[in-house]
């Protein structure tokens, strides 16, 4: 099922935008956020508002971001937001341009490294953070015996489950819900 507010990204400069740690930072705090001013975004990331508007004037320039002029208060204030929730590219789409599928490589490089990252920051998190959280973290993995149809499968079922639980109605409850990162990755391979 294609979701309508994820991109499906068929053009290498997209990715060689996004293709940046601090791009790619920003695009996550955005998602987390909302819309957001140049200061927040600097705050969130603790990079200066020059970089920080240097990096997202690139990201609209691929049509990944876009000013979001009526939350401003006053004409100084210029806030971002994502034109969609999320991008999705397929490295086969870039085959036949050996430029094009380095750029995707890289792009599907810098993803995983992201993803790694954050579990690595939450597993060096003090005692207290993890304590919070009690058992809730999970790391699961399993050996599938799959063709590639039921891959594609499973993959769509994924999705599916984390839009679920992402796109629900968080009731106003008063209970503190934090950000929580879960990623999963199903790829062929030798054990």
């Given at each position: ?87 999705r590219w397929s ?47 999970f790391s699961t ?51």
């Amino acid at each position: 099922m294609e979701r309508p507010d994820v991109r499906q990204v068929t053009d290498s400069r997209v990715l060689a935008a996004m293709s940046h740690p601090l791009r790619r930072r920003l695009m996550d705090v955005l998602k987390v956020h909302g819309p957001s001013t140049v200061g927040t975004l600097a705050d969130r990331t603790d990079q200066a508002p020059a970089n920080v508007s240097h990096h997202l004037k690139v990201l609209a320039a691929a049509d990944l971001v876009t000013e979001a002029p009526e939350l401003a208060r006053d004409r100084r204030e210029r806030w971002w937001q994502l034109v969609t929730r999320g991008v999705r590219w397929s490295n086969t789409d870039f085959d036949a341009d050996p430029a094009a599928r380095a750029v995707a490589d890289a792009a599907t490089s810098l993803n995983l490294d992201r993803h790694v990252a954050l579990a690595r920051a939450w597993h060096a998190a003090d005692e207290s953070a993890q304590a919070a959280w009690a058992d809730a973290p999970f790391s699961t993995d399993r050996w599938l015996h799959l063709t590639p149809d039921e891959l594609a499968a499973l993959s769509r079922e994924m999705i599916e489950l984390l839009a679920r639980w992402g796109d629900r109605d968080i009731p106003d409850d008063g209970v503190d819900r934090q950000p929580v990162f879960v990623f999963a990755y199903g790829v062929p391979a030798r054990p």
